[in-house]
């Protein structure tokens, strides 16, 4: 029984032993040996004529160089297994780039030598200027080959702030299964709104944002006939709907707080506005006014104005000129409407404050059948953009005498011409009826629009742009599909 235990005792040590050589012999040829085509000696590694950059080294090497490699690019990590690396060498490579973070890690690094590659000093590279004003290591003078703006700079020159990698995109975030032919938003109380008017249906639709499910419900609706405008104001807390409608007449709601519903309070003159296409609301001296824009034959554009009790009709501005659109814009701190007419050129009128009414100014020369008129303002800069469904649409800016062409877009089949402000970003989306909607982009630099994005909306005819928790959210209305929503997200491209 001793003699068996003995044995035993023999047999596991026999078995510890053996598990430990093993282990060793293990960990022994586990070591990383010099990859091939390279040469090692105690502290270095050359590489030479090699496609990529292997992933290990023994441990010893401190330096690492690459001659003549065949890679125009390296892949990320691939420095990871040698954290103890003094000298990184990757000059004359051809490398248009660098992998992010590359040396993330590697704080034992005492040079860089990246010189006589082709590095284009974009965003992608931004994260290396900012590791070379943050790291110890001492980086060699590097040309930039590219962009145009740094093109023959050293990138050891550059700052962080060099950069502007900050773009953004419009993201389908939420359709609407309901054609619209006007959008507008608006705040009421403590809460914001958007409202569709939906021409088939004969429907103001108002949404709101639910901040637990983050989408827009319904809120409530207003039932009319052939809707075409559905026009928030809100006077001394008072919220009011002006509803245009095309057959039975226009009419005025007001949001009734205690019964929690919108409420008819007043008919808009039938006599004067027989076919409404456009409404605008606007203060001046403190009063509230709106204006309707009439298309028909025998209509009145008709200026309205608040009296405490209703509205009642202030001023026609002239018969018979089937207007589409007006517009209410301040010209030289001075108000003034802009109407677009399919009749005539678009007529410029001008606030008299002495009879507290427009007069007419003076029209915009060779701009027949011009629809739409829509402003927007860059730094003092007044600009208007003007929409033809035949023909060019146009930007142009006022001088201080006259607005002025800046620039011409291609627009066949265009209703609207939106500029639209979002942050410290202008845009301007050119809708169409038989091709994609196309978003522009406002160039400081070269003081027009660049184009930007597309957009598939079926026949948009109005865009307008809602702030919610942070988010910005583009409201685009379809005559003959889906209304749209859509998410203005910023994008980081040094990210990427």
């Known amino acids: 029984m001793g003699y068996g235990n003995k044995t035993l005792k023999e047999c596991t040590v026999l078995l510890c032993v053996a598990t430990i050589l093993l282990l060793a012999e293990s960990r022994r040829v586990k070591q990383p040996r010099c990859p091939a085509s390279c040469t090692c000696t105690k502290d270095n590694a050359l590489c030479e004529n090699i496609r990529s950059v292997p992933h290990s080294f023994p441990p010893d090497v401190f330096s690492l160089s690459f001659l003549k490699s065949g890679f125009t690019q390296i892949t990320g990590g691939s420095f990871l297994h040698s954290p103890a690396l003094h000298l990184l060498s990757l000059a004359y490579n051809n490398l248009g780039t660098l992998p992010k973070d590359v040396f993330k890690g590697m704080d034992a690094l005492v040079k860089v030598d990246l010189k006589g590659?082709?590095?284009?000093?974009?965003?992608?590279?931004?994260?290396?200027?900012?590791?070379?004003?943050?790291?110890?290591?001492?980086?060699?003078?590097?040309?930039?080959?590219?962009?145009?703006?740094?093109?023959?700079?050293?990138i050891n020159d550059l700052v962080p702030g060099s950069f502007d990698c900050i773009t953004a995109e419009?993201?389908?975030?939420?359709?609407?299964?309901?054609?619209?032919?006007?959008?507008?938003?608006?705040?009421?109380?403590?809460?914001?709104?958007?409202?569709?008017?939906?021409?088939?249906?004969?429907?103001?639709?108002?949404?709101?944002?639910?901040?637990?499910?983050?989408?827009?419900?319904?809120?409530?609706?207003?039932?009319?006939?052939?809707?075409?405008?559905?026009?928030?104001?809100?006077?001394?807390n008072q919220l009011f709907i002006f509803v245009a409608q095309l057959f039975g007449?226009?009419?005025?709601?007001?949001?009734?707080?205690?019964?929690?519903?919108?409420?008819?309070?007043q008919d808009i003159d039938i006599l004067?506005?027989?076919?409404?296409?456009?409404?605008?609301?606007?203060?001046?001296?403190?009063?509230?006014?709106?204006?309707?824009a009439d298309s028909s034959k025998a209509g009145y554009t008709t200026v309205y104005k608040w009296n405490g009790y209703g509205f009642y009709s202030h001023q026609s501005l002239h018969l018979w000129y089937r207007d589409t659109d007006v517009e209410y814009l301040e010209i030289s701190g001075k108000p003034h409407l802009i109407l677009a007419s399919s009749s005539q050129r678009p007529v410029i009128y001008q606030w008299s404050k002495s009879l507290k009414q427009f007069d007419r100014r003076t029209d915009i020369p060779e701009m027949e059948d011009v629809y739409a008129v829509k402003h927007f303002k860059v730094k003092s800069d007044l600009f208007i953009c003007l929409t033809r469904f035949i023909g060019d649409s146009k930007v142009m800016r006022w001088d201080g005498a006259m607005f002025k062409e800046v620039q011409t877009m291609p627009s066949r089949g265009s209703m609207v011409f939106q500029p639209v402000s979002i942050g410290n970003w202008q845009y301007a989306i050119l809708g169409s009826d038989y091709s994609l909607t196309q978003v522009y982009q406002w160039d400081?630099?070269?003081?027009?629009?660049?184009?930007?994005?597309?957009?598939?909306?079926?026949?948009?005819?109005?865009?307008?742009?809602?702030?919610?928790?942070?988010?910005?959210?583009?409201?685009?209305?379809?005559?003959?599909?889906?209304?749209?929503?859509?998410?203005?997200?910023?994008?980081?491209?040094?990210?990427?």
């Open 117 to 154: 590659n082709n590095l284009e000093c974009d965003c992608k590279l931004k994260w290396l200027v900012e590791w070379m004003h943050t790291t110890n290591a001492m980086v060699d003078q590097i040309l930039c080959s590219g962009p145009p703006l740094f093109q023959g700079k050293l």
């Open 170 to 236: 419009f993201a389908s975030y939420q359709p609407l299964m309901f054609e619209s032919i006007s959008v507008e938003s608006f705040t009421f109380g403590m809460d914001t709104f958007v409202v569709f008017a939906q021409p088939f249906t004969g429907t103001c639709s108002f949404l709101e944002w639910d901040h637990v499910e983050t989408v827009f419900r319904t809120y409530d609706s207003i039932q009319s006939t052939s809707t075409v405008v559905c026009k928030p104001m809100v006077i001394d």
């Open 249 to 265: 007449g226009s009419h005025i709601y007001k949001r009734d707080i205690s019964a929690n519903k919108f409420i008819k309070i």
């Open 272 to 292: 004067k506005i027989r076919k409404p296409n456009d409404i605008e609301t606007f203060l001046i001296d403190g009063e509230s006014f709106f204006v309707i």
């Open 444 to 496: 400081l630099k070269r003081g027009q629009f660049v184009h930007f994005q597309d957009l598939n909306i079926q026949a948009p005819r109005a865009f307008s742009v809602v702030s919610i928790d942070n988010r910005e959210f583009l409201l685009a209305s379809s005559f003959r599909g889906k209304t749209q929503i859509y998410e203005h997200i910023m994008i980081d491209l040094s990210n990427n």
